[in-house]
């Protein structure tokens, strides 16, 4: 018994003495992202420039590989994103706008999950509320629903244009799937007033504006093989004021807004796409 107890209080002591190093790591690793702040701020970049989701992706992806032992995947993944969100502060003041027109608390929790307890975050009900929420912050984020067919205000259309502030897709959530979890059917997209930017695995988005119902799917194929673009798929239609329509597609890959790629499917298109336009693109969350 006497053994027992003593052996219990030195796995105690290693505990604390674990902690104590834990804590001088964190430590470090705060001064070295003040560190990368301040190179950052020199170099002339602006609050919105220091919103870096990809290389935010390749932390977790990097640390998932090399991760092992009784400490579940998703607590791992939790701990860094907290750590993340912490951290931000010493960078720009980051603020979360989170889209849910029927309030839903599902969608605030998965936005929590992401950025951590200290972000702040705001509840907005409509998308025209959302993007002034954006445009008010330099270093603003939104939360937005997956868009659907049949909506009636979809956000999406509001990013298909080329102007230097406009918002960007630049993640979606969740990064890390929890099956078991209440959240497990829920996902959003991220969107920021900064370049997206590629991780290694990624998805791009690109909206088309279609001359009315000129179009059809197998036609649509067809440019985007005709215009090197193998692989895509369209997300949601949406009807828009007559006689002009629009299609969200996802890329397989990364594409820069520049991509003469984008230009060749328009002329491809001969009259029948009007625009296209990269309003982001994603790092693919982990897996399972």
Not at 124 to 129: K, L, M, R
Not at 167 to 183: D, H, K, Q
Not at 196 to 219: F, H, K, N, P, Q
Not at 247 to 271: C, H, K, N, T
Request: with cysteine; net charge negative; aromatic share 4%.
């Amino acid at each position: 018994m006497t053994e027992h107890i003593a052996s219990l209080a030195d796995l105690r002591h290693e505990i604390d003495v674990l902690d104590d190093q834990i804590q001088d790591l964190l430590r470090r690793r705060a001064e070295a992202v003040e560190k990368v702040a301040i190179t950052k701020r020199a170099a002339g970049m602006t609050d919105g420039a220091f919103l870096k989701p990809g290389r935010e992706a390749q932390i977790l992806r990097r640390l998932m590989a090399r991760h092992h032992g009784p400490l579940p995947r998703a607590a791992m993944v939790r701990i860094n994103r907290e750590l993340i969100g912490a951290l931000y502060e010493l960078q720009a003041p980051v603020r979360v706008a989170v889209l849910a027109p029927n309030k839903s608390v599902a969608r605030w929790d998965i936005a929590r999950d992401h950025y951590g307890s200290t972000v702040p975050m705001t509840l907005c009900t409509t998308a025209s509320s959302a993007m002034r929420a954006l445009s008010a912050e330099p270093a603003g984020v939104g939360v937005m629903p997956l868009p659907e067919d049949g909506e009636r205000d979809p956000w999406w259309p509001m990013l298909a244009n080329r102007g230097a502030d406009t918002p960007r897709v630049v993640g979606l959530l969740p990064f890390i799937p929890n099956p078991r979890g209440r959240l497990a059917d829920l996902g959003a997209f991220l969107i920021a007033r900064c370049p997206a930017e590629a991780s290694g695995e990624d998805r791009s988005l690109v909206a088309l504006r279609l001359a009315g119902d000129a179009i059809s799917l197998d036609r649509l194929g067809q440019l985007l093989a005709q215009a090197d673009l193998p692989g895509w798929r369209v997300l949601v239609q949406h009807r828009d004021s007559e006689p002009t329509s629009r299609m969200l597609l996802e890329a397989p890959d990364f594409i820069a807004p520049d991509d003469p790629r984008i230009d060749a499917l328009v002329a491809a298109g001969s009259g029948a796409i009007t625009d296209a336009v990269v309003i982001g693109a994603y790092a693919m969350p982990l897996s399972e």
